[in-house]
Structures are given as structure tokens and as C-alpha cells.
């Protein structure tokens, strides 16, 4: 077939799909039929699956081969990669729609966790055409000798999502498979997709560090996204600390009757529960209609939703990031943001999830749950009209995951080292991987370090004879392949009815809380525990009162350093948009008791309660951040003079609360907000060594040092996994203090914990700015939050929640006189 008649084919495929071919769709199939590889910046739901999987459909249209017979191996044509398991059975769908129409015997393949034993079997067997999987499959299928033979007429891959995976480990492992990859297939066209980031030239160089000037392909320009907020009455009284937003509920329900189909989007997996439950209260239709959706739900619960939403039988489903992505749900309506969605890239892709079709514009209804977060969305609507997007950065040097993969090697067949070496520092992950960290990699590998060689689980990979490293043992093998990957499921309870039907997993720590009979709401269900055996509790459903919510650890999402700019603007500014007017007399009663925060100043505050002074610094940084300032501050504080100092931290600023009243005038702010000695200062102000030990124990999984369960074995509970990587941490400390790991756990900390970059680019920002120092007689609206925030590690038998709503009570009767 002529290239002109392979265009003709594939656009009347488009036109009877009731589309034509886009710009920039097209600019993309000339880019791919040259043979060129980069990376295509196209916003959600613009068409990019279709941009990318074009240039393949013609080169394939226009080939003169005949077609391999059905079920023969046949060369990989395209290998498609993304970060959700969920996503890769949507993309799966949409590339095989046009094959039939297009005359294409091309067989289409899923190789992920939720993969049928067909897709597993075909794909391990050679006999796809098309292959769609996610990097940690991607690995366990490289850990087969056969497979890298099959792979060497591999003609694309394409990596979707990339700024999901860009800035984590699952990226690092990425680009080691991709590097290995290109070494036995050197005819592979590479490209990424990506929507949603302010640094392309970046991205484009991790995925594609062989070649530096590589197409960055603009798609089509973003999608207005239009930001509107659910504004309680004017005078309502609204909460000035964080809540629920349940007080909402009547104006969401009002919401969701509106549209034929909406997502409620929510940060944390227990607001999700909790928020599904109200509203499975209040919900004046069929129980059918409304779902939930989250990454903790049994895989198949959550394919039930998803085609649910796929075939407009869902009115709507309260979801966190696990429906974020590119997943193509057309019926969707509506996409509501409860409380604040802490980052632009993240608002701008939840609002794609509504009318996700190419030309359709994006809008988001967002739903406060306290009065400041009315800002924060103004912010927000700046900043996408502004097409402000925060960056993300790559990882380097992450030797854990290096481990792996030389592991991974060995098994495949085994690796000579020095070409290895090679290949790896071609990456730009290992680009500084320096000859003995090198070394590092490899004596781990093959004893687990100078501490550990007597010991033979720690002997995973052999030097042979012949100069080639290789795993031999089989027990080995089968624990290497069970521990592939960078996310971590330690410690998870599955949850399971007794007649056998999955509904997900919680953490340990909450299903050891539980006793028999005891009611808890997971999965949109109200639950009451039978019991829990092998790390798995069995339950059934309960009637009658409502029982406790699961919580997950690392729910706190951190406010971006791009809105906290944004945010801290608007705040500074007269009201201009409905936020700021609804906000008016909140931010007048700041101004009066104080001043408010603005780009040119740093308010700090000093409050003398009953209970002692508190001192409030409003950077604007994010809670990661302020909470290395803060323990920075109460260090040089204490410098000053000998004192006892408490603290605690929002997204806005922190407050300390030191034992003894601290007088300090500009001068000393000044000193103590220096970023000079910060990394000194920050070791004597932090127990790195605690925070390392509790990073140690996910980095000695990824790593394999924590040997994992084995099939038809017991489970291994979360003390058990803390016990052991405790017993490893303080043995190599002791006895190899300069073991790769534990350096590799206090960079960690460092870096991504206390995000000691962050704090510096902070601390920077302060000593250029003018400092306003006040002493209100009372707590204000910016200060109350953070006070509150500090009632959250007092004993009381009053909940928390209780106690700031009596606060506050307190505090508005007070600005009312």
C-alpha cells in the first residue's frame, strides 16, 4: 500500500468515528514514519493515544510483508507502557478499536496484575503484536532469558503518563529496562507522552538521554478549564480550620442532581469512604447509581466502576487520584475537587476527567471544606489561566533499584559487568554512578555487603568462571520476581468476606485495632469483623450504626511551591473574583488583628495566649517544607537561650511554642531564618538517623534484602517487616556503617522527606524579602488553623474536631463585639 493510500485508510477510519485528523496528530505520524523518537506534550483527552498510535498503524498499513499467521511469534510492533494498571486495560481497548476497520491482523495483549492467563501466556510466548503493560511487568517479563530474543525487532515503545512516572522510583526502574531495551533492539523508536508539565526539556532528556535533541511535539493547546466553587451563603458560619466539608453536603447532592454524570474527586482514600457514606445516606436514587473508587478497592470492584462509568450507569463516584489519569470516560459531565486540590498539574487533570473528548473544554466545581481554601482555588483558577505548571524532577543515583535490576540481569541470562556499567551509565538516573558505587552494586548483589557475607540468604547473584554474573538459585529466582517493583504493599490486611469475595486491603496498623464484632466502613460497605487470620480479615456486612473509617498513611498531600505563590498573591490582593469577596471580611479581620501576607513581605506573628506565646511564620512553602523550617527554627532558637520548644505545621506557615517566652526582634529573625550552616543545623534539629531507620525498611525491599512471603507461606505482618529491617539497619550500622543502603536511606531523608532543596530555595526567598513583624492580641485567621493543628498531639478525651469547634466558637464571638 503508497503512504497516500494508508492516510486515506487510516482518515476514513477517523471520519467514521465522526473525527478528523488533528494537526498535530498528523505533524506526529510524519515525526514517527521518519524514524524519529521524542516526546509528544499534548493536554488530557486532546487525542494523544491516537496521535502516537498512527505513525505505527501507517508504517504497518504501507509494510509489503505479509501478515504472520495468528498465534505464530511474531516481532513486537509496538510495546506501550503506562502507570496504571487500570489505565493499561483502557489503553488496551482503544488499540485494538481500529484494527479490524484498518485490515490489521494485529493481536493486542494486556501483561499487568490484572491480566488474564491468556494475555500473560501469549505475551510471555511472543505471539502479540501490540503490547500494553506497566514498568514492574515490564521487569518481570525481562526477567526471562527468552524474552530479550524476542525483543530484538522491537519497532516502538511508547511511554504514557511520563510525568506520572518521571519523578519516582518506577521511573528509574523505567529507564534502566528502556537503556537495556535499545542495547539488544537499537531500531526501537522511543517516545513519551506526557500532559501537565512545566519542564519538558527535562523530561524529554531523562526518557531520552542518547538523544539530546530530540522533537518535543506541542499537541493541541490546553483546555480552558473553567474553576467555579461551591460559596457557602454569605455570613454562614464556615470553619476556619480543616474539616470534613460534610457541612456541604446538601449543595453537593444539589450538584450531582444537576449533571447526568459526575466524579467527586477527594485527596485521601478515608475521605472518599467517609464522603460515599454520606452520601449513600442522603442519595435519593437507586444505590446502584453511586460508587466508589479508590487504589486500596479489589481490582475487580474497581473494573466494575470504571465500566460503569464507561456506559453512563453511574451517576456518580467519589474517587481519589486512582481515576486521575488519561482513563477515557466520556459520559462524565461533571468532575467536583473536595477541599483543596494542593497542586495546579493535579487540579488541571482531575478537571479532563469531565467531557474528556478532544474540544471539549474541562471544568471543575470545587467544594471547601474550611474558609481559606476559597483562596487557594482563586489561586488555582490564576494560575491555569496564567498556564503556571509545577516541575517534577527525576531521581538520581537510587542504587536500591539499581540492585534490582542487575538481579533482574542475572536471572535473564546473566550480565558481564563492564558493559553493563556502560549501558547503565548511559541513563540519566546513573549518569554520575561512579566506579565504586559501581563496586557498591555489586558485592551487594553477591553477598549483601561486608556485614552480611556470612549469611547465605544474602548471596543472590554468583560471579562464574567465566567472568558473567548469574542466579543459579531457584528460591532466589522466585523471590526476585516476587519483589519486583518500587511500591510497597507491606503491611496490608486484605479484606475478605467468608464466603470468599475480595473487597481490597487495609493497613495493618488499623485492622490490629479491631475486635471481633467490631463495624468498620471500607469499600462503600458497612463491614463487621469475624475475624483476621494470615494477615487477611474476614467479615461480613453489618447493619445498624455507622463504624470507624480506615485510615492510610502518607495522606497528606503537600501544597505545591507553585500555588503557595499563587495563593499568597491573592491573598495580598483587593477581591476581585467570588473567593475573594465571599472571604472579604475574614481577610479585613486579618488585616486589622495583623496584616496580611503578601509576595513582597514574610508575616511573622507573635500571640501571647493563657497557655504561653506563640510565634507564627507564614512562608508559604508547604507542609514538607515547614516542617524541616520548623525544627530548624526551635534549634536556633534554643541557641539563643535554653528553652523547651513544641511546633506544628500547615500548608500556609508553622508555629512554635517555646516553654519560655522568646523576644526577638528583625535582626534575629533575620539570623535565624539564615541558610547558611542549613545542612549542619539541620542534622543537630532532626533525628536523621530515626528517619533513616524508618526509611531503611522500604529501600532494603526494593533493594531485595527483605526476603519476601513465598506462595502457600504465612504472610509477613508489618512488625514482623519492621523487626527485620530494624535488625538489618542497626547491624549495618554497626558493623558497615558505609554500606550503599544506608546511605542511599539518609539521602532519602534529606532530600525527599525533609526536602532540603525546598528549604533552601525557601530560606533563600526570605532573605530577599522585607519581614513584618506583629504582635496581634489574638489569634487571627491565618494563625487559628496552626493553632489548632497543634491540639492534634494533646491528651484529651475530646476529639479533636470538638475542641477546634469550641475554639473557634470562642474566637468569633470575640471579633463580633
Known amino acids: 500500500m503508497t503512504p497516500a493510500q494508508a492516510r486515506a485508510r487510516l482518515t476514513a477510519w477517523f471520519t467514521a468515528q465522526g473525527w478528523r485528523p488533528l494537526p498535530f496528530q498528523r505533524a506526529m505520524w510524519r515525526h514517527y514514519l521518519e524514524g524519529e523518537s521524542g516526546l509528544l506534550h499534548t493536554p488530557t483527552g486532546s487525542g494523544k493515544t491516537l496521535a502516537m498510535y498512527g505513525g505505527p498503524l501507517l508504517q504497518a498499513l504501507q509494510a509489503d510483508a505479509p501478515p504472520p499467521r495468528r498465534g505464530s511469534v511474531r516481532p513486537l510492533q509496538v510495546l506501550w507502557v503506562t502507570p496504571l494498571r487500570a489505565l493499561a486495560?483502557?489503553?488496551?481497548?482503544?488499540?485494538?478499536?481500529?484494527?479490524?476497520?484498518?485490515?490489521?491482523?494485529?493481536?493486542?495483549?494486556?501483561?499487568?496484575?490484572?491480566?488474564?492467563?491468556?494475555?500473560?501466556?501469549?505475551?510471555?510466548?511472543?505471539?502479540?503484536?501490540?503490547l500494553v503493560t506497566t514498568p514492574e511487568s515490564l521487569s518481570l517479563l525481562m526477567s526471562y532469558p527468552d524474552t530479550l530474543e524476542r525483543m530484538r525487532q522491537l519497532r516502538c515503545v511508547v511511554v504514557d503518563e511520563w510525568h506520572e512516572l518521571l519523578a519516582s522510583k518506577r521511573g528509574v526502574l523505567l529507564q534502566l529496562e528502556l537503556a537495556q531495551l535499545r542495547a539488544v533492539a537499537p531500531q526501537m523508536q522511543l517516545w513519551g507522552l506526557s500532559a501537565t508539565l512545566g519542564n519538558l526539556s527535562h523530561a524529554r532528556d531523562v526518557l531520552l538521554p542518547h538523544l539530546p535533541d530530540a522533537p518535543i511535539v506541542e499537541g493541541a493547546r490546553q483546555r480552558p478549564v473553567r474553576v467555579r466553587s461551591l460559596l457557602p451563603e454569605q455570613g454562614e458560619r464556615f470553619p476556619w480550620a480543616g474539616h470534613l466539608g460534610l457541612q456541604q453536603l446538601p449543595r453537593v447532592l444539589e450538584a450531582l442532581q444537576s449533571a447526568r454524570s459526575s466524579l467527586l474527586f477527594t485527596n485521601t482514600r478515608a475521605q472518599a469512604e467517609l464522603w460515599h457514606q454520606a452520601l449513600a445516606s442522603v442519595w435519593p436514587e437507586s444505590a446502584d447509581t453511586l460508587a466508589l473508587h479508590h487504589g486500596s478497592l479489589d481490582p475487580a470492584l474497581r473494573q466494575q466502576v470504571e465500566d460503569g462509568l464507561r456506559q453512563g450507569r453511574l451517576r456518580c463516584v467519589v474517587?481519589?487520584?486512582?481515576?486521575?489519569?488519561?482513563?477515557?470516560?466520556?459520559?462524565?459531565?461533571?468532575?467536583?475537587?473536595?477541599?483543596?486540590?494542593?497542586?495546579?498539574?493535579?487540579?488541571?487533570?482531575?478537571?479532563?476527567?469531565?467531557?474528556?473528548?478532544?474540544?471539549?473544554?474541562?471544568?471543575?466545581?470545587?467544594?471547601?471544606?474550611?474558609?481559606?481554601?476559597?483562596?487557594?482555588?482563586?489561586?488555582?483558577?490564576?494560575?491555569?489561566?496564567?498556564?503556571?505548571v509545577e516541575q517534577r524532577f527525576a531521581p538520581r543515583l537510587s542504587q536500591d533499584v539499581l540492585a534490582q535490576h542487575c538481579c533482574n540481569r542475572a536471572l535473564a541470562g546473566g550480565f558481564d559487568a563492564d558493559p553493563l556499567f556502560a549501558e547503565v551509565r548511559g541513563t540519566h538516573a546513573f549518569a554520575e554512578l561512579t566506579d565504586a558505587q559501581w563496586q557498591q552494586v555489586l558485592d551487594f548483589i553477591v553477598q549483601g555487603g561486608a556485614a552480611l557475607a556470612h549469611y547465605p540468604d544474602f548471596h543472590?547473584?554468583?560471579?562464574?568462571?567465566?567472568?558473567?554474573?548469574?542466579?543459579?538459585?531457584?528460591?532466589?529466582?522466585?523471590?526476585?520476581?516476587?519483589?519486583?517493583?518500587?511500591?510497597?504493599?507491606?503491611?496490608?490486611?486484605?479484606?475478605?468476606?467468608?464466603?470468599?469475595?475480595?473487597?481490597?486491603?487495609?493497613?495493618?496498623?488499623?485492622?490490629?485495632?479491631?475486635?471481633?464484632?467490631?463495624r468498620f466502613q471500607f469499600a462503600g460497605r458497612l463491614l463487621e469483623l469475624v475475624q483476621v487470620r494470615d494477615m487477611t480479615a474476614y467479615v461480613r456486612m453489618a447493619r445498624g450504626a455507622s463504624g470507624v473509617v480506615p485510615r492510610w498513611q502518607g495522606g497528606q498531600l503537600p501544597l505545591s511551591h507553585a500555588l503557595g505563590r499563587e495563593l499568597e498573591a491573592v491573598l495580598?490582593?483587593?477581591?476581585?473574583?467570588?473567593?475573594?469577596?465571599?472571604?472579604?471580611?475574614?481577610?479585613?479581620?486579618?488585616?486589622?488583628?495583623?496584616?496580611?501576607?503578601?509576595?513582597?513581605?514574610?508575616?511573622?506573628?507573635?500571640?501571647?495566649?493563657?497557655?504561653?506565646?506563640?510565634?507564627?511564620?507564614?512562608?508559604?512553602a508547604g507542609r514538607h517544607v515547614h516542617e524541616a523550617l520548623a525544627a530548624l527554627l526551635a534549634l536556633r532558637c534554643t541557641r539563643l537561650q535554653r528553652n523547651s520548644i513544641g511546633y506544628a505545621v500547615n500548608d500556609l506557615g508553622l508555629v512554635l511554642a517555646p516553654a519560655q517566652t522568646v523576644e526577638l526582634d528583625a535582626a534575629q529573625w533575620r539570623a535565624l531564618l539564615s541558610p547558611e550552616n542549613l545542612l549542619e543545623d539541620l542534622?543537630?534539629?532532626?533525628?536523621?538517623?530515626?528517619?533513616?531507620?524508618?526509611?531503611?525498611?522500604?529501600?532494603?525491599?526494593?533493594?531485595?534484602?527483605?526476603?519476601?512471603?513465598?506462595?502457600?507461606?504465612?504472610?509477613?505482618?508489618?512488625?514482623?517487616?519492621?523487626?527485620?529491617?530494624?535488625?538489618?539497619?542497626?547491624?549495618?550500622?554497626?558493623?558497615?556503617?558505609?554500606?550503599?543502603?544506608?546511605?542511599?536511606?539518609?539521602?532519602?531523608v534529606l532530600h525527599d522527606g525533609l526536602d532540603i532543596a525546598g528549604l533552601q530555595s525557601t530560606l533563600q526567598r526570605q532573605a530577599q524579602r522585607t519581614l513584618s513583624l506583629h504582635t496581634p492580641s489574638t489569634l487571627g485567621p491565618l494563625a487559628f488553623p496552626l493553632w489548632a493543628e497543634r491540639l492534634r498531639g494533646q491528651f484529651s478525651n475530646e476529639d479533636w474536631s470538638t475542641r477546634v469547634q469550641r475554639a473557634a466558637q470562642q474566637l468569633e464571638r470575640k471579633h463580633a463585639r
Request: proline share 5%; hydrophobic share 40%.
Open 319 to 388: 474517587a481519589t487520584s486512582s481515576l486521575e489519569l488519561g482513563v477515557d470516560f466520556p459520559e462524565v459531565e461533571q468532575v467536583l475537587q473536595l477541599g483543596s486540590p494542593k497542586g495546579i498539574a493535579r487540579l488541571r487533570q482531575r478537571a479532563g476527567r469531565a467531557r474528556h473528548r478532544p474540544g471539549a473544554s474541562g471544568e471543575v466545581l470545587c467544594v471547601p471544606t474550611h474558609a481559606l481554601e476559597l483562596a487557594e482555588y482563586a489561586a488555582a483558577r490564576r494560575a491555569l489561566a496564567e498556564g503556571v
Open 572 to 620: 495580598s490582593e483587593p477581591a476581585q473574583v467570588p473567593e475573594t469577596r465571599w472571604l472579604a471580611p475574614l481577610l479585613t479581620l486579618q488585616a486589622r488583628l495583623s496584616a496580611r501576607p503578601s509576595p513582597d513581605h514574610l508575616l511573622i506573628e507573635q500571640v501571647r495566649r493563657r497557655e504561653g506565646q506563640f510565634l507564627f511564620v507564614y512562608p508559604f
Open 460 to 518: 543472590k547473584v554468583q560471579r562464574d568462571e567465566d567472568g558473567r554474573y548469574r542466579m543459579h538459585d531457584r528460591r532466589q529466582a522466585l523471590r526476585h520476581r516476587l519483589s519486583i517493583g518500587t511500591i510497597s504493599s507491606d503491611g496490608s490486611v486484605r479484606v475478605q468476606f467468608m464466603r470468599g469475595g475480595s473487597l481490597g486491603a487495609v493497613e495493618e496498623q488499623f485492622a490490629s485495632r479491631l475486635r471481633r464484632g467490631d
Open 89 to 130: 486495560s483502557d489503553t488496551a481497548r482503544a488499540l485494538q478499536a481500529p484494527l479490524q476497520a484498518l485490515g490489521l491482523d494485529w493481536t493486542v495483549g494486556l501483561r499487568s496484575g490484572d491480566a488474564g492467563s491468556r494475555d500473560k501466556r501469549l505475551a510471555r510466548q511472543g505471539k502479540l503484536d501490540v
Open 683 to 748: 542534622r543537630a534539629a532532626v533525628n536523621i538517623s530515626e528517619l533513616a531507620r524508618r526509611r531503611f525498611r522500604g529501600i532494603a525491599r526494593v533493594a531485595g534484602l527483605l526476603v519476601p512471603s513465598l506462595p502457600g507461606g504465612m504472610p509477613r505482618s508489618l512488625r514482623q517487616l519492621q523487626a527485620s529491617a530494624g535488625l538489618l539497619y542497626d547491624v549495618l550500622r554497626e558493623h558497615d556503617p558505609e554500606h550503599m543502603l544506608l546511605a542511599l536511606a539518609e539521602h532519602e
